[in-house]
């Protein structure tokens, strides 16, 4: 098999991000997909050791930012290669707070998402959460960020438990 034909699958790059019992959790994810329009539903897949996926099924609830080509690389760094189980990964920015209570960054984010958790599938390593896009808003009107650009311009690396994943 080819690994690089995987690459020629286009794709996004997001924070996918939730709360419950006051533990906030968030990580990186290229896998946001929008799956139907009427009503809207995303979808997510999210390693189950991740510690944002056994949040986000207990709470039921999740937020999506869709990053830009200009969003701060510390928002990636901190947010794709580090553990909410560990620290507040929020701390670290100026946070706001969807409807749900959910926290999200929107420095460099060109559009962000409030969902409710609908359907769920147990797909091996990851868990596809969809969700029902509650409330949506454009928040800013640069380019939103490929997953190409973030190889290919930003030099950005894949770590081992995004679905994307190509061992060397
Ligand atoms: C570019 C990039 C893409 C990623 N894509 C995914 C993904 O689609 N699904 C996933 O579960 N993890 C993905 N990750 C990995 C998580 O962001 C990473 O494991 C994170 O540290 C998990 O944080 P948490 O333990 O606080 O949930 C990606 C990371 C990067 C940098």
Do not use: W
Not at 41 to 68: C, D, P, R, W, Y
Not at 120 to 137: C, K, M, P, S, W
Request: net charge negative; hydrophobic share 35%.
């Amino acid at each position: 098999m080819d690994g690089r034909a995987f690459q020629k699958l286009t794709c996004g790059l997001y924070v996918v991000t939730t709360v419950h019992e006051g533990q906030k959790s968030g990580c990186v994810v290229n896998t946001v997909t929008q799956v139907t329009s009427s009503p809207a539903k995303v979808m997510v897949a999210i390693n189950k050791q991740n510690f944002t996926s056994g949040i986000l099924e207990k709470a039921g609830v999740f937020h999506i930012t869709a990053l830009t080509e200009e969003v701060p690389l510390p928002v990636i760094g901190c947010f794709g290669y580090q553990t909410s189980a560990e620290f507040d990964k929020f701390a670290e920015f100026e946070t706001k707070v969807d409807a749900n209570g959910c926290p999200y960054v929107p420095e460099g984010a060109a559009a962000s998402f409030t969902c409710k958790l609908v359907q769920q599938l147990d797909v091996g390593t990851h868990i596809l959460f969809i969700g029902e896009v509650q409330d949506a808003e454009v928040t800013s009107e640069d380019n939103p960020m490929s997953y190409s650009y973030y190889h290919v311009v930003k030099k950005g690396k894949t770590p081992p438990k995004a679905p994307s994943y190509q061992p060397e």
